[in-house]
């Protein structure tokens, strides 16, 4: 998160928050770190259910990318009471309480209040070694990104709400924000990549950007390798473009540069601020093969190479159409 107060220092804080890292990451012994982080939301689709798995996975994603395993979870709740049929908080519970048991991590308590819009999210604390921390921080120029969702999540959301997204295309971004990424980010530790972050927010190029920045490199990104669901287009169409789309971009426009063979339409896409995304993995060129195979074996949504790591100016980011 920006605009932070700087952190007191403490020999045993491995990841703080000056690299923009997905989870704040505290050595208790030489053996063992623990991993935290908090994210909660207003609903991204009106099913309850399936709004408590998005919710669930999402907060469990910043854990995956530390490489860290979640332990256990605590639920942040803000409900309508007397308003909202109480049905639908049990059902959001029920969606958030299915994935933290899928993701193998167990829920000890949580926090609600009584608030006019619903929200739902959880603190989540993981353990990981502290000599295997993945964080954002150490790409290497000739490293190969790799990412393990499809792309197009906000613009399809914000095309459910004005009604254009069909019952299918609606069950599919569901499907893919509500899947962990516990499988991608197994593999990412068993075949050793140099860096991890997750797709959220700040779309697709600004969390690049931020892996790039701590790192101290900077990157090419084919945009036709990019993996993107098929119902965006439409969306795109009918402009149902999220505002936090519109701000990535107008965030990053000194620090992404588009060649002429770039649409328009896979810009927006390439900075969609979106939910629950996948990982985004900076592979060393000799286990790249290894990579997008054990991916492919495990299923992940989706397995793409989709640019190169470079030296360079810190941050800096060349989008092309193609390799
Ligand atoms: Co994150």
Redesign the pocket.
């Known amino acids: 998160m920006r605009f932070l107060p700087p952190n007191l220092e403490d020999a045993n804080l491995i990841v703080g928050m000056e690299t923009s890292?997905?989870?704040g990451v505290y050595r208790i012994n030489d053996e063992q770190a623990i991993v935290q982080?908090v994210?909660f939301f207003t609903p991204v689709v009106d099913d309850p259910y399936a709004f408590g798995q998005i919710a669930a996975a999402n907060a469990l994603?910043?854990i995956y990318?530390m490489g860290a395993k979640p332990l256990t979870a605590m639920n942040l709740v803000s409900f309508p009471v007397g308003k909202l049929n109480m049905d639908v908080l049990a059902k959001i519970l029920q969606g958030g309480s299915d994935k933290i048991r899928e993701a193998g991590a167990v829920l000890v308590g949580g926090h609600s209040i009584d608030d006019p819009e619903p929200k739902y999210g959880l603190s989540v604390t993981g353990i990981v070694h502290p000599d295997h921390v993945l964080s954002n921080a150490k790409a290497k120029p000739g490293d190969s990104l790799v990412l393990t969702k499809p792309l197009g999540v906000g613009i399809i959301t914000t095309g459910i709400k004005r009604g254009i997204v069909s019952p299918e295309a609606e069950a599919e971004v569901i499907q893919v924000m509500s899947t962990l990424n516990k499988a991608a980010a197994e593999v990412a530790i068993a075949v050793g990549v140099h860096a991890v972050?997750?797709?959220?927010?700040f779309g697709l190029l600004g969390?690049l950007h931020e892996m790039l920045e701590a790192s101290a490199c900077s990157a090419e990104v084919y945009a036709e390798a990019v993996p993107v669901l098929d119902s965006v287009w439409d969306c795109i169409k009918q402009k149902a473009i999220p505002g936090g789309t519109q701000a990535n971009r107008r965030h990053l426009e000194d620090k992404v540069e588009f060649a002429h063979d770039v649409s328009e339409e896979l810009r927006i896409v390439l900075h969609d601020a979106i939910t629950s995304g996948g990982l985004l993995l900076s592979v060393p060129e000799d286990r790249l093969d290894s990579l997008i195979k054990q991916l492919e074996e495990h299923r992940t949504l989706a397995a793409a190479v989709i640019g190169k790591v470079q030296k360079g100016v810190p941050g800096r980011i060349a989008v092309f159409g193609r390799a």
Do not use: E, I, N, P
């Open positions: 890292d997905d989870a982080s994210d994603s910043d990318a972050t997750d797709v959220t927010g969390h």
